[in-house]
């Protein structure tokens, strides 16, 4: 314990100090559930996005095999040459108990036969089928995204708050009531030596004759 000046004064601050690590632990426990609560709430849209992405993978792998044996690379190439394009992504922030959490709003990537911006008539219906796995992988991808990016955030946040808590619960707020119990008790013996001296005091004025 550290050395603390026994005094009415420093009684009243180490209480007020009290109270503070109290109420902020209180706090910091009503945050930790919260971000439990956000937590745990992710959890089954992250396993149901993770899955389709699998799918969506293996279903976008076989098709570019498919048209990559049976088209070649030079037709795929030409045809990716000719559908690019730019995916607007807008980041939004939201905050949950000041955890800065992202959230993604972006155009489809998946588009209809007639949007890829070379004709039908040019590419196969293997190459196309292609294309059309993959844009739908890439949504896949959008959707996880911001998923796991909150996951990780509030995840580290949950640590954080946890040690925060403990920090409070198990190494100042008992200080501070060892302190408060140290001041108290010295307070307590001071009361006790003072009445005791005053009775002495009286005791030799009553004996002298005098009244005190």
């Known amino acids: 314990m550290a050395r603390v000046t026994p005094t009415r004064m420093v009684l009243l601050g180490k209480k007020r100090q ?5 109420d902020g632990a209180s706090l910091l426990r009503n945050k930790r559930e919260a971000l439990l609560a956000e937590f ?6 992250l396993l149901a996005q993770r899955k389709s992405l699998d799918e969506k993978t293996k279903k976008a792998l076989s098709a570019l095999a498919v048209a990559m044996g049976m088209d070649g690379p030079e037709a795929l ?7 690019g394009r730019d995916l607007l992504v807008d980041v939004e922030d939201r905050k949950v108990w000041g955890v800065h959490l ?7 990537a998946a588009r209809g036969l007639l949007e890829r911006g070379y004709s039908p008539m040019s590419v196969t219906s293997r190459i196309d089928w292609a294309a059309e796995e993959f844009e739908q992988l890439l949504d896949a991808v959008l959707a996880l995204v911001p998923t796991e990016v909150k996951l990780k955030k509030i995840g580290l946040e ?16 008992p200080d501070l009531d060892a302190e408060i119990a140290f001041i108290r008790q010295v307070l307590e013996d001071r009361g006790r030596e003072d009445t005791f001296r005053l009775k002495l005091l009286k005791a030799k004025a ?7």
């Open 18 to 22: 009290r109270k503070l690590a109290a």
């Open 158 to 173: 949950i640590k954080k708050t946890t040690r925060r808590v403990n920090a409070l619960e198990q190494k100042i707020i």
């Open 40 to 45: 745990m709430s992710l959890i089954k849209p």
């Open 206 to 212: 009553e004996k002298k004759g005098g009244r005190y």
């Open 102 to 108: 992202p959230a993604l709003q972006s155009g489809r």
């Open 77 to 83: 190439e030409s045809a990716a040459m000719a559908s």
